[in-house]
Nanobody, 126 residues
Framework: QVQLVESGGGSVQARGSLRLSCTAS????????MGWFLRAPGTEREAVTT????????YSADSVKGRFSISQDNAKNTLHLQMNSLKPEDTAVYYC???????????????????WGQGTQVTVSS
């Protein structure tokens, strides 16, 4: 069974940077979609940015465009999220997600992702 494990979360001051990583194990083949989602306190989980590992196409939420970037290392089954210019409102638990079954564009809809990590906490202080 595929497992996704996030790392790299922590506490940082506003305008700082963090880099999250997600390592996938027991991967049968390259996922059709991967992405990062977040859940801020008291809110629903929402998409941050996603990528098609096979063709590199990406989608991002408007709130993170120009600040966050997603990248992949298929050889290492690893996904990264580089977060720059962090804001207190970026404080959330960040989840790595993947899908191995779909043939659709890797857009931001949560239903397109059926494999999830446990999440890593990111806290941004002002």
């Amino acid at each position: 069974q595929v497992q996704l494990v996030e790392s790299g979360g922590g506490s940082v001051q506003a305008r700082g940077s963090l880099r999250l990583s997600c390592t996938a194990s027991e991967v049968p083949y390259t996922p059709t979609c991967m992405g990062w989602f977040l859940r801020a306190p008291g809110t629903e989980r929402e998409a941050v940015t996603t990528i098609n590992p096979r063709d590199g196409s990406q989608y991002s939420a408007d709130s993170v465009k120009g600040r966050f970037s997603i990248s992949q290392d298929n050889a290492k089954n690893t996904l990264h999220l580089q977060m720059n210019s962090l804001k207190p409102e970026d404080t959330a638990v960040y989840y790595c997600a993947a899908n191995f079954d779909g043939g659709w564009p890797c857009t931001l809809e949560e239903y397109k992702y059926n494999t999830w990590g446990q999440g890593t906490q990111v806290t941004v202080s002002s």
